[in-house]
């Protein structure tokens, strides 16, 4: 079966939108953990906008199934991950001005640099997958710069497949050939084969389905979910505590 992990970055960007204690990323862990989450993932970004560094150590310490901790290719964030060893490391590009994570790392142009943090990670005991583009030549660059994993960026296929915009059925059978094509060709060197961005309840089925993918990362539909899903409890709760 497919496994899911669950990104609860914006159970943070919710925290730290007050610098509150609440809502708990343990909490909220625990809670993907035992809905059937195969394990959790956050992003430690350079400028600590929503998980910070106490976030990923405790986290560290409840989840028992897999951390995948995505980060940039920096010599802070190789340090902090050697010393905390999640079970993963997923390799992004990060900008400072972007929303999220904007597209895949561009392995073919920093492979030395790259293969040489994949090293150092693999060193610490952490398995290191990287994030690009449903991009052949990236699949290949990420198996020399020895990564035992790729992510395949599904940003493409979410735009495309986005119910603001006009159908666009053609553009996507094409979005899926290639996301196919990719992950075949990292099955075939041997890397196992993840995917994720922008998945949602109405497009995932397609990605799930390609056949060398084993995992997803999906966040935002997910916590966008929650947030209604547990509005009426929340209000229903609120009334009651007021109401005595
Ligand atoms: N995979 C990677 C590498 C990401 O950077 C993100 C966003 O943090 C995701 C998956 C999850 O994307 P989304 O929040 O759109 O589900």
Excluded: W
């Amino acid at each position: 079966m497919i496994r899911l992990n669950v990104n609860i970055d914006h159970i943070a960007t919710l925290r730290q939108a007050r610098k509150a204690f609440e809502p708990s990323v343990v909490a909220a862990a625990i809670l993907a953990d035992l809905a059937g989450a195969s394990g959790i993932t956050i992003h430690l970004r350079g400028d600590r906008r929503h998980i910070q560094d106490d976030d990923a150590r405790v986290l560290r310490s409840v989840v028992k199934t897999h951390l995948n901790l995505e980060m940039a290719v920096t010599d802070e964030m190789i340090a902090i991950a050697a010393e905390i060893t999640p079970t993963a490391v997923t390799l992004v590009p990060e900008s400072p001005n972007e929303i999220t994570t904007e597209g895949g790392l561009n392995v073919l142009a920093h492979e030395v640099e790259i293969k040489k943090a994949t090293g150092a990670l693999q060193h610490a005991g952490v398995l290191v997958s990287i994030f690009i583009d449903p991009v052949l030549e990236q699949v290949e660059a990420s198996c020399r710069a020895g990564a035992q994993q790729i992510e395949i960026c599904t940003a493409r296929y979410a735009d495309l497949t986005d119910p603001r915009h006009s159908p666009q059925s053609a553009l996507v059978t094409e979005e899926l050939f290639r996301l196919r094509a990719v992950a075949r060709r990292a099955g075939e060197l041997g890397m196992q084969v993840a995917a994720g961005h922008g998945l949602t309840y109405r497009n995932v089925r397609a990605v799930a389905a390609i056949e060398p993918v084993e995992e997803l990362n999906i966040g935002h539909n997910i916590i966008a979910r929650a947030a209604l899903v547990g509005l009426e409890r929340a209000v229903t709760e609120m009334l009651a505590a007021m109401n005595g």
